[in-house]
């Protein structure tokens, strides 16, 4: 799944070539990745058809383009969604879904997913904050997002530290990958107990949450081509600027200790055996 960084790279390159730009033609390809329109995908391109963009939205790991008129396209990338900004006469990549034509001309908007976990769906009224995402709290990188506040919520929770970052109604955007990264940042233990944290190592593990989250945006800004907005294919270059995600047996960059993988929540825990020592009161394994 692409966490927030991945997103905000492909919410970034949506801009130029969505905003403010009508839609003359829909074409449904495949009509699974619109299975969320009951109606139907004839009755989902014409209901498109004559909109137009404002600029689009995120908040942690989901994406909407709203439009003028107040409702929203909300975009599922599940595993494999991704979107493209091509010219209307370039040939089409496998797996396209949908194709967005625009009356001022190219380039086209493109939804491309192998999987089809994914898809896209019309958010009535959904151009401010659509009722799907309503649930999910702010994410650091939100002007309006409260650290104070999910500091204190945070401590209140009886479950580990790990835990309570992937919890994406106490802040939102923060995947399995950025939470390891966060923890060694902050030097904590992914199974220390939430009850048992000070404010100030609470609000130092959040904000390098924000931090990491970041330095990966930096990366995958730099490197990418407005007209190749692509999910998945974004990951090689992030991977780079990991510490210990992915790194087992490589040397922690702070102490040289080998990295370490763990069992965590059916998936895995990474962390640096010396910078973030499994805590000695009650602690929360996943
Ligand atoms: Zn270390």
Redesign the pocket.
């Known amino acids: 799944m692409p966490e927030l960084p991945e997103v905000e790279v492909v919410r970034r390159g949506l801009v130029p070539g969505t905003t403010g730009r009508r839609i003359a033609a829909v074409q449904v390809l495949h009509p699974r990745p619109v299975r969320r329109h009951l109606p139907g995908p004839d009755h989902f391109a014409a209901e498109l058809v004559g909109r137009t963009f404002a600029e689009p939205r995120r908040r942690g790991k989901y994406l909407w383009l709203p439009f003028t008129d107040g409702d929203a396209l909300l975009a599922h990338l599940g595993m494999s969604g991704q979107f493209r900004l091509d010219a209307a006469d370039a040939p089409l990549l496998p797996n396209t879904r949908v194709l967005v034509t625009f009356a001022e001309g190219d380039p086209q908007l493109r939804f491309v997913d192998q999987r089809m976990f994914g898809g896209l769906s019309i958010s009535p009224g959904g151009a401010e904050l659509p009722a799907e995402v309503a649930h999910i709290a702010r994410d650091p990188f939100d002007p309006e997002f409260d650290l104070a506040e999910v500091v204190t919520r945070l401590r209140r929770k009886r479950t580990g530290i790990k835990r309570a970052l992937l919890d994406q109604q106490l802040v939102s955007g923060i995947g399995n990958i950025y939470a390891d990264e966060a923890l060694w940042l902050a030097r904590t233990h992914y199974a220390r107990a939430t009850a048992s944290l000070s404010r100030r190592t609470a609000a130092a593990v959040v904000t390098a949450a924000g931090t990491v989250m970041r330095a990966a945006l930096e990366h995958g800004g730099t490197s990418f081509d407005a007209l190749y907005v692509n999910v998945n294919g974004a990951s090689g270059y992030f991977d780079r600027s990991l510490a210990v995600y992915g790194q087992e047996g490589r040397p922690?960059l702070?102490?040289g200790?080998a990295v370490r993988r763990e069992p965590f929540m059916n998936r895995s825990a990474f962390r640096?055996p010396?910078?973030q020592r499994r805590p000695a009161g009650p602690a929360y394994a996943g």
């Open positions: 922690c702070r102490c200790t640096c010396r910078c």
